[in-house]
């Protein structure tokens, strides 16, 4: 693998994880406890996960730690705690 595919790969499961997290981190509002709200979070992301695998191919595990499933948990925990401030 290239460092231009590498870096291409980065890129689509950064972004996966960011729209989904984005996205889990508004519904999280609406799941009413905050412990369904962390299991559909991690559910989410692990979904999110292999859907990345399909698309760039098998990568590590500390691979898909690193480059999506971090950030996804930081995105998500900062938009659901935004979400529960506004509404």
Not at 8 to 27: F, K, P, S, Y
Request: glycine share 10%.
């Amino acid at each position: 693998m290239t460092s231009k595919e590498d870096l291409r790969n980065q890129r689509i499961a950064v972004t996966m994880h960011t729209i989904i997290a984005i996205v889990i981190g508004v519904l999280s509002i609406y799941m009413g406890n905050a412990v369904y709200a962390f299991g559909a979070a991690i559910a989410a992301g692990i979904a999110t996960g292999h859907v990345a695998q399909k698309i760039v191919g098998k990568q590590k595990f500390s691979w898909w730690l690193g480059n999506g499933f971090i950030l996804y948990l930081l995105v998500w925990f900062d938009m659901w705690i935004f979400m529960a401030n506004y509404f």
